[in-house]
């Protein structure tokens, strides 16, 4: 099974960008469709993009759609997840979570995740 590991979160001021990067390792992650998932204090976790295993399908959340961009490099193991144009809203802990192949709009369907990175959008 894929193990992944998040990293670049921090603090930044609305209207700034962050990258945050997901480090895949055990398996194959040409297999793994890819999304990042946030959970903002007291809400629900939801999805915010997801990559299919072959790159062919990629979707963003409303909210973030025009912001955010999802890509994926696969013979480095990573998936990224640029973030511009940020919003104090987008302030969350974000989770790289894995599947095998397809993107499913639940995160619970998810078996694979990391332990999260926070960003905080903060003047």
């Known amino acids: 099974q894929l193990q992944v590991v998040e990293s670049g979160g921090g603090l930044v001021q609305p209207g700034g960008s962050l990258r945050l990067s997901c480090a895949a390792s055990?398996?194959?992650?040409?297999?793994?469709?890819i999304a990042w998932v946030r959970q903002a204090p007291w809400k629900e976790r939801e999805r915010v993009a997801c990559i299919s295993a072959a790159g062919d399908y990629i979707h963003y959340k409303g909210s973030v759609k025009g912001r955010f961009i999802i890509s994926r490099d696969n013979a480095k193991k990573t998936v990224d997840l640029q973030m511009n144009s940020v919003k104090p809203e987008d302030t969350a802990v974000y989770y790289c979570v894995a599947r095998l192949n397809t993107c499913q709009e639940s995160p619970q369907t998810f078996p694979s995740w990391g332990q999260g990175t926070q960003v905080t959008v903060s003047s």
């Open positions: 055990g398996s194959i992650l040409d297999d793994y469709a």
